[in-house]
């Protein structure tokens, strides 16, 4: 796996005046800690930030000038309520040969065949938890739903995963299903009421 290096500065000075100031020269104020490191406090480039997926569980290397490097993992990260603009990091290094959590986005391709059908798709869990050592973190599970037919499903103990990889969430989660439309079981409903409502009607005289 490549891992994309995102360069940063130490904070020299701390307070809402100073993080203005980073974010109108284009950096990002962040904290990254760990257990082999002390905490620094970190500007880092948004415009090389741009280039990681957030929230992905993707490692990345900072490389802080004058501290050397650190493999990190994003751990939280905030954005801007109206501008959607990342407004801080919390970043966690990460030891290359040690197993970790995160979690991985569940990406879903292809068309079922049950919707062609008149099913309707619906989404479940859109992330799992998993467990494996730092390079081996996938950046996404692709579940092709192109044989998917009406009435089926894929749950989390469907998923096949790069070896290494250990996932930890819930086997029977739902990820993706293929349902009858909603309105003809309505529509069923309907005509047997009816149906009902026109025998117990009584006979004139």
């Known amino acids: 796996m490549e891992i994309t290096k995102v360069l940063a500065e ?31 406090n970190l500007a880092l480039s948004d ?16 490389v802080v000038a004058g501290e050397g490097e650190h493999n990190v993992l994003v751990r939280d990260y905030q954005k801007h309520p109206v501008t959607k603009e990342v407004i801080h990091l919390d970043l966690f290094e990460v030891s290359m040969t040690e197993k970790l959590t995160t979690v991985t986005a569940i990406v879903i391709a292809g068309e079922a065949k049950g919707v062609s059908q008149g099913g309707i ?10 467990e494996c050592l730092p390079a081996d973190i996938p950046e996404s ?8 037919d009406l009435g089926e499903m894929v749950k989390v103990e469907d998923l096949t995963v790069p070896a290494g990889v250990t996932i930890l969430s819930d086997p029977e989660q739902i990820i ?15 005509a047997v009421e009816e149906t009902v409502e026109i025998v117990a009607e009584p006979e004139e005289e």
């Open 47 to 62: 415009k090389e930030l741009r280039k990681i997926a957030l929230g992905s569980g993707q490692i990345i290397k900072v």
């Open 141 to 148: 599970i692709i579940v092709d739903i192109s044989d998917l």
């Open 121 to 130: 798709l619906q989404l479940g869990v859109r992330e799992v938890d998993i």
């Open 176 to 190: 993706v299903s293929v349902v009858a439309p909603q309105y003809e079981e309505e529509e069923e409903e309907e």
């Open 10 to 40: 130490k904070r020299q000075q701390l307070g809402k005046g100073e993080v203005k100031r980073l974010r109108k020269q284009g950096f990002v104020p962040g904290i990254l800690y760990g257990n082999n490191v002390a905490n620094l």
